[in-house]
């Protein structure tokens, strides 16, 4: 059905169609001759489909008509954002934005992107834990340049400048409104949460989920793609850390892992100019983990899937630890 009515708004001159050049824009199609279809699929929160051009490989994500997804109608909007005015100005690698464009009134959108995948391999490709070890360390450092370069940037206003005071708020509303068995972890995060912010004075973009299958490696060499910018936003350093070593890490990976992966991160950071001693960053880090407590537990409330609550049980015991 979603097709269906893909092809129809098509014809009418809709801003993206589905996966068949056919069914594109007409001006996208007149700029892009010669488009074939490689492959197309769904997932979570969006669709995809890569093509072959004249002009080299292409990537599409997209969502269709049929899926009138408000949340994931928001994301494209912060990815398509990132992608066109802050991207361009980081050194950190990225597939360049080649053409987007939204309808909020039938919740489409789509971003049009050079396919890296020719060119690229990702974590799949790891095979012992040697090579995954030095691939968790280029995690960390894409991450460390990623914050160092937009560390109190100039360009960080409007839409997004940062705003901890809403912040704030926002843990304040979701700690009064909690019911069941972590209503008092949300409570206790949310009145610590001023006094780790006060703590933590800079202010960067944050991927807002950064882990291992969001990078791709080029397989010439040199340090990964950042790929993904749907949860991008401003924040604290320590957020993405923390997303990294307390929701995504389990325990004994952390024990493995984790002095490890601060002290790269930190190394990284420095390199580029932020400056962090081991006692910053562990206020970062606390900040951190206390931040994605909250965006954790917001998330199984709305979609409580196995898979979340992992995260949860992860991020919860985490939390515990810094406690005892």
Not at 276 to 302: D, F, I, Q, W, Y
Not at 317 to 323: C, D, G, I, Q, Y
């Amino acid at each position: 059905m979603a097709f269906l009515e893909d092809a129809r708004a098509a014809r009418g001159g809709g801003p993206v169609g589905h996966s068949w050049p056919a069914l594109w824009p007409a001006g996208l199609r007149r700029e892009l001759p010669g488009v074939r279809r490689v492959e197309a699929w769904e997932g979570n929160g969006a669709a995809f489909a890569r093509f072959t051009s004249p002009s080299g490989p292409l990537f599409l994500k997209y969502l269709p008509l049929g899926w009138r997804d408000a949340r994931a109608y928001r994301r494209f909007g912060r990815e398509i954002a990132y992608l066109r005015d802050l991207a361009p100005l980081c050194p950190v690698r990225h597939a360049p934005l080649l053409h987007a464009a939204q309808e909020e009134g039938r919740l489409r959108a789509h971003l049009l992107t050079p396919d890296l995948l020719p060119e690229t391999h990702g974590w799949g490709a790891f095979q012992t834990e040697a090579q995954r070890g030095a691939a968790l360390l280029d995690v960390v450092r894409v991450m460390a340049q990623l914050h160092a370069f937009w560390a109190n940037h100039a360009a960080l206003r409007g839409v997004w400048a940062w705003h901890p005071g809403a912040l704030l708020r926002q843990a304040e509303r979701i700690a009064v409104k909690a019911t069941g068995p972590n209503h008092q972890t949300l409570r206790e995060v949310s009145a610590a949460l001023p006094d780790l912010l006060q703590r933590t004075p800079l202010h960067t973009i944050a991927h807002g989920d950064i882990h291992s299958g969001q990078l791709l490696w080029p397989v010439a060499g040199g340090l990964p793609f950042l790929i993904d910018y749907g949860q991008v936003h401003t924040s604290i350093p320590g957020e993405d850390l923390a997303h990294l070593l307390y929701v995504r890490l389990n325990a004994s990976e952390r024990t493995q892992w984790a002095d490890t992966l601060r002290e790269a991160y930190r190394e990284e950071a420095a390199a580029h100019g932020l400056s962090l001693s081991p006692a910053r960053l562990r206020h970062e880090e606390h900040a951190g983990l206390a931040l994605n407590v909250l965006g954790t537990l917001k998330t199984a409330a709305r979609s409580p899937g196995s898979g979340v609550q992992g995260a949860v049980q992860n991020v919860l015991a985490s939390w515990a630890e810094w406690l005892a």
